[in-house]
Nanobody, 119 residues
Framework: QVQLVESGGGLVQAGGSLRLSCVAT????????MGWYRQAPGKQRELVAT???????TYADSVKGRFTISRDNAKNTVYLQMNSLKPEDTAVYYC?????????????WGQGTQVTVSS
């Protein structure tokens, strides 16, 4: 199993910045990608940003140019730098780790960290 622990959420005014961190521990061998998803009240969980072992990054259109995902493999940690935050960024942010093989895909999730952006 893979354990993911997020930190860095909080309350910030619109236009402000936050940096989320997620540390992976446990059976991390074979993890191909890590990323961040978010879920606002009454909405489905959505992808925010992901990064693969090869360095390929993907961003939701709504955060492009404002958010940056990065990874420190030596620390088994993935970060999400969030700038120019908007009230619509308010959500619970979840860290995700994905282990993919030819036969199966396994997703691991953190417990989530609340980000609240006030107007």
């Amino acid at each position: 199993q893979v354990q993911l622990v997020e930190s860095g959420g909080g309350l910030v005014q619109a236009g402000g910045s936050l940096r989320l961190s997620c540390v992976a521990t446990g059976s991390i061998f074979g993890i191909n990608a890590m990323g961040w998803y978010r879920q606002a009240p009454g909405k489905q969980r959505e992808l925010v940003a992901t990064t693969t072992n090869s360095g390929t990054t993907t961003y939701a259109d709504s955060v492009k140019g404002r958010f940056t995902i990065s990874r420190d493999n030596a620390k088994n940690t993935v970060y999400l730098q969030m700038n120019s935050l908007k009230p619509e960024d308010t959500a619970v942010y979840y860290c995700n780790a994905k282990r993919s093989s030819v036969y199966t895909v396994s997703d691991f999730w953190g417990q989530g960290t609340q980000v609240t952006v006030s107007s």
